[in-house]
């Protein structure tokens, strides 16, 4: 009997040391991706008051939480704020769930829905002046794309097309024609990034962002590239960049880049245990969540196209 205690303890002790070692080898194998179109040098590090999305039009910084818009200088400090920004929402359009945004032409557009039972509901681009973060009109999603989520939104300013995104069903991208309001279809992601937050239109792709590392292993989150074609039916997507850098990364969220110092901005969170997109709980030193937007500076190799 004794032997055979010896025998478990020294199982249960390898089993400890061969469970750390392919988080180890993961990290290792981030910390030495280059393999995106462009490389990013981390510039700085800034707190922000909301979790879920940021867009910039240069001079501002907007940053949503999940029920709040804020308007912010380029250090994070909040200028104006709405806390309530579903208050004048038509009643048959009603929500409580804001995902990242983008800003265009001196307006904020949203991806806003009423998420409950695990699925959204009265899917919507929702439109806000960027001046005053008051609710201007929506576009109402088309029932018949298939889309049960929006978890983000950007615009495509030269075709003048939204892109929005699933968090439930990652499988699609959805576009929608901004002149007229219309569904235009949707393009077939090919592999699916998991559980995606914030996507962005630059420079003739979209950039998604991706909840697929865990953060109980330290394992970093993602993003994404894929051709912003909007006459493609499916798009290859590429791994662009591994946040490596980001400290036990809690939810990675949206991103945008700012139009005047052609840096990357993603937003992050951190201190917050999340299971399947619900908070439960905080990690060991933590008693509340941090935001924080990570700026970064683009660099493009010259060797890649």
């Known amino acids: 009997m004794l032997g055979k205690i010896k025998v478990l303890s020294l199982l249960v002790i390898v089993s400890a040391f061969l469970m750390s070692i392919p988080f180890a080898i993961c990290a290792n194998a981030s910390s030495e991706y ?60 009603v929500c409580n769930h804001i995902g990242d945004i983008d800003y265009y032409n001196g ?29 201007k009109r929506s576009i109402p999603f088309d029932e018949k794309s298939g889309q049960i989520e929006v978890c983000a939104i950007t615009v495509d300013p030269i075709r003048k ?7 439930c069903n990652g499988r699609y991208l959805y576009q ?30 979209l950039f998604i962002t991706a909840d697929d590392g865990d953060a109980n292993y330290w394992e970093p989150d993602h993003m994404y590239r894929v051709n912003a074609d909007p006459a493609a039916t499916c798009g290859l997507v590429e791994l662009e960049k591994v946040f490596n850098e980001f400290t036990r990364a809690g939810e990675i969220e949206g991103l945008c880049v700012d139009p005047k110092t052609g840096q990357l901005l993603v937003l992050f969170n951190r201190g917050t245990k999340v299971v399947e997109g619900m908070a439960v709980g905080f990690y060991t030193g933590y008693e509340k969540e941090i935001h924080e937007v990570y700026i970064y500076d683009i660099i493009k190799s010259p060797e890649k196209k």
Request: charged fraction near 20%; charge should be negative.
């Open 34 to 93: 280059e393999g995106g179109l462009y490389s990013y040098q981390l510039a700085k590090i800034i707190q922000v008051p909301g979790r879920q999305g940021v867009a910039t039009d240069g001079t501002y910084y907007y940053v949503s939480g999940s029920k709040a818009l804020y308007k912010c200088d380029k250090s994070g400090e909040v200028i104006l704020e709405n806390k309530e920004p579903f208050k004048t929402f038509p009643e048959e359009a």
């Open 176 to 205: 929608y024609d901004l002149t007229t309001g219309t569904y235009i279809g949707k393009l077939h992601l090919q592999p699916v990034p998991q559980y995606q937050q914030g996507v962005y239109y630059y420079d003739g792709h």
């Open 107 to 135: 307006e904020l557009y949203i991806g806003a829905e009423e998420f409950k039972e695990g699925r959204g509901f009265n899917i919507q681009i929702a439109i806000y002046d960027a001046e005053t973060l008051e609710y």
């Open 161 to 167: 097309i939204a892109w929005m995104a699933d968090w």
